[in-house]
């Protein structure tokens, strides 16, 4: 729809010899002033040395109004242009979502960019908290909404299974192992204490027995023990959220590679490191930080900004056009000495997307849920999980904007009520399944998309709140293309909520199962249309649609 309205006042314009300009829509918060209205006249008017209204008029008299696509076109205010489709227009397009089906809103946007996703990169130390329920939602809408609009997606893990936080895991199990064993041993002040560390002591027990009691000085059973269990478990619960990776990389191959050293010596080559005081510093400084920054410590031991910057290297080097990064809130002071290394290596950080979500708190009632990984009381993902579903944990983690602070409340994700943002969701497809399943008494096959489009009379529908319904889902495609290019998942989720409603709406005030046979036939396709348009952006969102609740 606002393509052809493009089109169409694009070639006005031009025919009025104005300049070219970029020709935006929105849709009016007041319902009164039509479905698009658009600032283009506001924008040339200084150009061409008239009024913003003349503009506007010059314009909406070259446009033709007809029950074929527009029926009114109006100006408003300073010189807004605004647009009503006809009712015919709105649901010839309507038509489109029975003929794609499961592909409506779908687009080749992105036209094959290769895009790389990473995203989630725990290290394997531990299960995933509850907390972490927050990135791994995000990415994961985020890479279906890149799919969507046809980019071509490699969704990556980058972990670390080497250095201290490594050599603590491997101690913190020998400890529990030898506590479990029966031996008075001290546990590590700053050790993993949750009580996963002791199940993992506990089945090396099981396969070894006391053998290891004093026989593994380096800890590096353990350590390899722990990191293969841990990985094992986190992946398990990415599984459950139906989340897959198609790479799993490892920090630990940047120094095996010698891509470390390479950064470093390139760095040398180009005057953008130095050496001072034992340490390796980049000249964060010549990139506009307010100092160097250190990169391998007087140790000799890098700082985790060296290897962030040879591994978004090597992404550039395996041929992505794009790459998007999702952090928490935690990374923000280290990314821009990230890109100013990237940008040293002679590389366009534009092609990085950076994604920034703030932290999440849990309440469940008026207790609040703490979590940590080295405390023994630990909420995790998969507790979280078991107690209130996948699909309220898929949606109540993207339904905030990923710029704020997230709540998660617990008991609200439990309450089957339409105070619950997802039960209320699925309760309006599953009524709508239900509605199309009672049509087979009326002998309408109304589940056959085909069939409906073939034998409806589309002129029946032509009441405000059927037309309301179908100008929203119509806004699906766009809807999904705005959330993909700003990479803003929540939107989706309130999008959904606003075709719930108007669904409920245009149900409330019209019988669809009613004794005449076409118009309820016409309205079942209306019913059609949105259970389509609901269970496609669930599909975004991987929240599964009941058939029946």
């Known amino acids: 729809m606002k393509q052809l309205l493009q089109q169409q006042l694009s070639a006005i314009i031009a025919e009025l010899q104005y300049p070219a300009v970029d020709i935006n829509f929105e849709i009016p918060k007041v319902a009164a002033h039509g479905d698009l209205t658009t600032n283009a006249a506001m924008l040339l ?31 408003a205010g300073p010189g807004f242009i605004n647009f009503r489709f006809s009712p015919r227009y709105v649901v010839e397009q309507a038509k489109r979502i029975l003929q794609e089906a499961s592909s409506f809103g779908k687009s080749n946007a992105a036209n094959g960019r290769k895009t790389n996703l990473e995203w989630v990169s725990a290290n394997p130390t531990g ?35 080497a250095g201290n936080q490594m050599r603590t895991l491997a101690e913190s199990i020998y400890a529990r ?21 002791a199940d993992i002591a506990r089945e090396i027990i099981a396969e070894k027995g006391d053998s290891l009691r004093e026989t593994d000085a380096d800890r590096s059973y353990f350590r390899t023990y722990g990191e293969q269990w841990c990985f094992a478990r986190i992946k398990q619960t990415l599984a459950r ?20 050293a390479e950064v470093i010596d390139e760095f040398k080559k180009r005057d953008l490191a130095y050496d001072s005081e034992g340490a390796v510093w980049f000249r964060a400084s010549s990139f506009g930080a307010d100092k160097d920054r250190v990169i391998v410590k007087s140790t000799g031991e890098p700082t985790y900004r060296l290897p962030d910057i040879a591994y978004h290297r090597e992404k550039f080097r395996r041929g992505f056009d794009l790459i998007v990064d999702i952090f928490g809130a935690d990374h923000i002071a280290t990314i821009p000495d990230v890109l100013n290394g990237v940008k040293a290596l002679g590389y366009n950080t534009d092609d990085v997307k950076v994604i920034i979500h703030q932290m999440v708190s849990f309440v469940n009632g008026d207790e609040v849920v703490k979590m940590s990984k080295r405390n023994a009381k ?50 309006a497809h599953a009524r709508i399944a239900s509605i199309l399943r009672h049509a087979a008494t009326a002998d309408i096959n109304a589940n056959d998309p085909a069939h409906l489009l073939a034998t409806t ?42 075709v719930a409603e108007t669904f409920h709406r245009f149900y409330h005030e019209h019988r669809v199962i009613n004794d005449d046979k076409q118009l309820m036939q016409a309205r079942l396709a209306v019913c059609a249309m949105t259970k389509t348009v609901i269970a496609n952006g669930c599909a975004i969102l991987s929240v599964s649609c009941p058939e029946k609740m």
Not at 178 to 193: A, S
């Open 127 to 161: 299960l995933l908290h509850a907390g972490h329920g927050r990135q791994v939602l995000i990415g994961q809408v985020i890479g279906n909404l890149l799919d969507w609009t046809g980019h071509a997606v490699t969704r990556e893990y980058y972990f670390n299974n």
């Open 45 to 75: 008017a200084k150009s061409v040395g008239k009024n913003p209204r003349q503009v506007a008029q010059s314009i909406v008299e070259r446009l033709t109004v007809d029950d074929a696509f527009l029926a009114a076109v109006e100006i």
């Open 241 to 260: 959220l139906n989340v897959k990776h198609d790479v799993f990389y490892n920090e630990d191959s940047l120094y095996s590679t010698g891509k470390i």
């Open 378 to 427: 630990t909420y995790t993902l998969d507790d979280l999980i078991d107690e209130v579903g996948v699909d309220a944990v898929a949606y109540f983690f993207v339904m905030r904007s990923v710029g704020a602070h997230l709540e998660f409340d617990i008991a609200l994700a439990k309450e089957q009520s339409d105070k619950n943002p997802v039960y209320y969701l699925q309760y």
């Open 457 to 498: 009379d589309f002129s029946l529908i032509k009441e405000k709140e059927e037309l309301d319904l179908l100008k929203k889902l119509l806004e699906f495609p766009d809807t999904v293309k705005s959330c993909a290019y700003s990479f803003e998942p929540h939107r989706l989720t309130t999008f959904l909520r606003e």
């Open 177 to 197: 192992y030898r506590q479990e064993l029966g031996d008075d041993y001290p546990f590590p002040e700053e050790g993993y204490k949750g009580e996963y560390i």
